[in-house]
């Protein structure tokens, strides 16, 4: 149990009644209050300080299959290029106002590329991921170093490197995008340039630079010994996820520790050079859940988007049921009591969250309702 109880409910303030001469004042006051551009704590503070979070930010649930065919019809109609840069579809939370924002802080879109296709290069603060829930063909240039995506890899392209997409085969590619837009954005920190229109290597190596040079189990190149912000690892292969996660279950049947709960297998990627998130904003992991293995009920600070990557699950956000399958996308607002359930096959599901802000700002908490 935690050390809080989050059940206390906020108290209001009664202020004794005033009379009909006070009260004439009082609108006289909040009037120019108004028009001068105040506002009296008083009558706000259960809002704007509750005793728990209380998020705009909905839980809601986006069907791949409809994401899919809207990207693909948007392909025949919409070419990219220079000036709107990627041919991406943003989703939008229905309790944020109508802004691309999935949460107040996570931006999750939709990238369609066609065959022979370019998304020109650029670089803007926004830190950025791929997830590829299919399909293989299009390299993605992260400053100058040609990266593969193909089903199931995570790559990663920090704040400030240029990057651009190219598609050398003859089928178009889709993949789900992530970066913190909304928290730039909200907190006016964002910047952003223009690269080459013809990307700096198209090339189409089996692994990128940043690969050969990092993403082998426990070493590092000794010619880079300091501390990066981001991963130096610009793509995770699915196949060393793939394994992780294998081997915690395949532990777990030995009698060994390794899993979070029963059933429940995850790993989160990593900066390698400090143990630390990829991203100094995004969190993501992938998570494996056997069939009728559940995760266990939590309540975060921070925002979580969950994909569906294979099999299918029920999610539980505060009150909501989501039923998942095959790339299905789900959010899960601050502070909303969550777990997820695997369907009769389990679950492979990626995850990605903004919970490294609230990490660094001593702001993180959580709550497991029902203990651990
Ligand atoms: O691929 O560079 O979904 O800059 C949104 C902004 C993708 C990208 C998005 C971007 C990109
Ligand atoms: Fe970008």
């Not at 089903?151 to 085969?169: E, M, S, Y």
């Not at 059933?263 to 390698?272: D, E, K, Q, S």
């Amino acid at each position: 149990m935690s050390e809080h109880d989050y059940s206390t409910k906020h108290v209001e303030y009664v202020a004794p009644e005033p009379t009909a001469e006070e009260q004439a004042e009082l609108d006289d006051m909040y009037a120019r209050m108004d028009e001068t551009y105040m506002k009296p704590l008083w009558r706000q503070i259960g809002g704007l300080m509750p005793n728990t979070p209380e998020p705009s930010a909905v839980a809601h649930k986006w069907d791949w299959e409809e994401l899919y065919k809207l990207a693909q019809r948007s392909g025949e109609l919409v070419p990219v290029g220079r000036g709107g840069e990627r041919r991406a579809i943003g989703l939008a939370n229905p309790g944020l106002g109508g802004n691309t924002y999935i949460s107040p802080t996570l931006w999750a879109a939709i990238q369609y590329l066609a065959p022979g296709e370019n998304a020109p290069e650029h670089r803007h603060s926004q830190n950025a991921f791929r997830f590829i829930i299919e399909g293989e063909g299009v390299w993605t240039v992260v400053n100058g170093d040609a990266v593969p995506m193909k089903r199931g890899d995570f790559l990663i392209t920090p704040g400030w490197a240029f990057h651009g997409h190219h598609n050398i085969a003859t089928e178009p590619m889709a993949w789900l995008d992530g970066l913190d837009i909304p928290f730039a954005h909200q907190m006016d920190s964002g910047f952003f340039e223009y690269g080459t229109e013809k990307l700096t290597d198209e090339s189409t190596p089996e692994y990128s630079r940043s690969e050969r040079l990092w993403a082998h189990p426990g070493l590092r190149p000794v010619a880079f010994p300091g501390r990066t912000i981001s991963s130096p690892i610009g793509r995770f292969a699915w196949d060393h996820t793939d394994k992780a996660l294998s081997e915690q279950l395949a532990l777990e049947d030995a009698g060994f520790p390794g899993v979070v709960s029963p059933g429940h297998a995850a790993v989160r990627f990593t900066n390698t050079t400090t143990g630390g998130d990829v991203m100094s904003t995004i969190r993501a992991e992938f998570h494996r859940l056997r069939a009728g293995a559940s995760t266990t009920p939590v309540h975060e600070v921070g925002n979580r988007v969950f994909q569906v990557f294979e099999g299918s699950a029920t999610a539980h956000v505060g009150d909501e049921v989501f039923e998942l399958r095959h790339g299905d996308i789900v959010n899960v607002p601050s502070w909303k009591k969550w777990h997820i359930e695997a369907g009769t096959d389990g679950v492979d599901l990626f995850c990605f969250s903004d919970h490294p802000i609230f990490e660094k700002l001593d702001l993180a908490r959580t709550y497991t309702p029902e203990g651990i």
